[in-house]
């Protein structure tokens, strides 16, 4: 068996627990598209060859439907990574596909936190009668005790309930009108990084479902992950919107994400 590469991708065609407009499972085909795109080569801005041997590999797409199955195929596609000592970076779909994730990464990892950028908590108990809508995955996962720490970055989207369910589960929101450039997020645990493209302003990535005007910028998001101290073992970037984008822009912007993201993992 050829060795595993440090890090793989897996792409999870899927936005049928989407709440609003479909469209993410368009995604994982239009990232890949900009990843390997001839126009841009594959180092990122920390100094790592993404596309040197052995760096990161890429593990294709879960068979992804509507069915209750496809999360325990998400779960088992992390797993069968994470047997093989790759760390797993994981392309949505919708934001419903974290909470498989993380069950996957807790099984592996009995110290772990999450690093959570997005406009929205995600912390719904249940959205238009569905636990497992894309606005509940983070409630799933502090009711299941899946992370020792979850922390929110660019949240910009509260109301009552939420506000509640954070305080509940001692969620750390840090929200977007609070944003500091001069903060590094620091976990003295291994962390597992979930990007929502939704916490850039839609001046930089339009092609999500819930544009959410007042976000941060492509460079405050990469510095972010930069400067984050914590050894990050596992990712993913999800609710790119490929339909949405009337100039194809946002995928890119996923691939510049994902990039430096695979350098923040192989180290
Ligand atoms: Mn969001």
Redesign the pocket.
Same mark, same amino acid.
């Given at each position: 068996m050829v060795a595993a590469a440090r890090v793989t991708l897996l792409g999870v065609a899927y936005d049928a627990s989407s709440s609003h407009r479909r469209g993410p499972a368009l995604a994982p085909r239009a990232i890949r598209e900009a990843l390997d795109s001839g126009a841009v080569n594959g180092w990122s801005e920390m100094g790592c060859d993404t596309r040197a041997p052995g760096v990161f590999g890429d593990a294709g797409d879960i068979a992804a439907d509507a069915s209750p199955e496809m999360r325990e195929r998400v779960e088992a596609g992390v797993a069968a990574l994470l047997a093989r000592e790759t760390r797993p970076l994981v392309l949505g779909g919708d =934001?419903s596909i974290t909470y498989p994730v993380l069950r996957a990464m807790r099984s592996r990892h009995p110290r772990l936190a999450i690093l959570h950028f997005?406009? =929205?908590t #995600?912390l719904y108990d249940e959205f238009e009668g569905d636990r497992h809508s894309h606005a509940c995955p983070f409630a799933r996962i502090m009711e299941e005790g899946l992370t020792d720490r979850l922390v929110q970055v660019g949240i910009r989207t509260l109301n009552a309930h939420q506000r509640e369910q954070a305080k509940r589960f001692r969620v750390e929101v840090h929200e977007m009108k609070d944003w500091d450039d001069a903060r590094a997020f620091a976990f003295e645990q291994p962390v597992y990084v979930s990007v #929502?493209l #939704?916490v850039l302003d839609p001046a930089f990535a339009p092609g999500v479902s =819930?544009r959410e005007p007042g976000g941060c910028s492509v460079r405050q998001l990469l510095r972010a992950l930069q400067t984050v101290r914590a050894r990050i073992v596992g990712a993913d970037v999800v609710?790119c919107n490929p339909a949405q984008d009337p100039v194809g822009l946002t995928p890119w912007v996923a691939a510049k994400v994902v990039r430096e993201l695979v350098a923040r993992m192989v180290d």
């Open positions: =934001h997005d406009a =929205h #995600d #929502d #939704d =819930h609710e």
